[in-house]
């Protein structure tokens, strides 16, 4: 495949925006998209999670994502992540929004509620596929601010603007929290979900923060949208929560999430095209150019292309 072919797009010398979605098969169903594709892609890193369905939502091109496949047949910690979004650079996506099922940490913030996640704490035992370097190549990114504070602002208000307009005014949009990523499959013990309150943290999940590295690396913009749809077990009715009350809440969770993408679509072309997290990778490649080998070269084309040349 000639990645080049299908990176990033310009238009009389200025970059054209692209948002990828990463979530829930249940977010394919979105009103309004128009010129849908199927996009098979294989990367050095293996098998996405699942074929990427391309289209044009509000005149903004957009490419979707399952991230545990369709009918969510991949645990957690099976996600291919460097597979994920390697491939979304290849398809010359410049904005990741992360659809998030997350279980909140604090009282105030309620199931149904949504959080824009802007600090990750990595609770995982099987860390160390998060980055497309090693084997010949290292960089260091920084990663002090997670997200792209622009991309996430702009998704609050999308979120703001989206309850503001439905019939479920009672759910709140929290501009900041922080989200602890633990491994899974299972669910944490009460003194776990103890000691993540009194760290002060807000929602736990499984899966986001090797989203965040890996998109930094890929100079990719990325922020997470986290839908909230249970209190961990540190709260006392914990016990008391069906599984019906679950999927309601997740069933909920994903409508309001299809608008939010609508507005966010709508309006991304006014975004900066200068965003910093395109450039992450400048001057952060730590090895000697002509130490680089042209097999590394190759593998990472979208990645390090234009410091490579």
Known sequence: MLYSSLCLDYLNGELMMKLGIIGGSGLYDIDGVENIEKVNITTPFGE??????????????????SRHGRGHVIAPAEINHRANIFAMKILGVTHIISISAVGSLRERIRPRDIVLVDQYYDRRRTAGQDTFFGNGIVAHIGFGNPVCPELSAFAAKAAKESIENSDDTERRVHITGTYVNMEGPAFSTKIESKIYRDHGFHVIGMTNLPEAKLAREAEIAYATIAMVTDYDCW?????????????????????????IIKRIAKDLKDLSKDNPCFYALENNIITARESITAEVKKRLEPIIGKYCK
Request: charged share 20%; aromatic share 4%.
């Open 48 to 65: 996405p999670s699942d074929s990427f369905t391309c289209g044009t939502l509000n005149g903004q091109k957009v490419v979707f994502l």
């Open 235 to 259: 709260h006392p009715d914990h016990d008391h929560v069906t599984v019906d009350m679950v999927i309601g809440h997740l069933i909920a969770n994903t409508e309001v999430s299809k608008d």
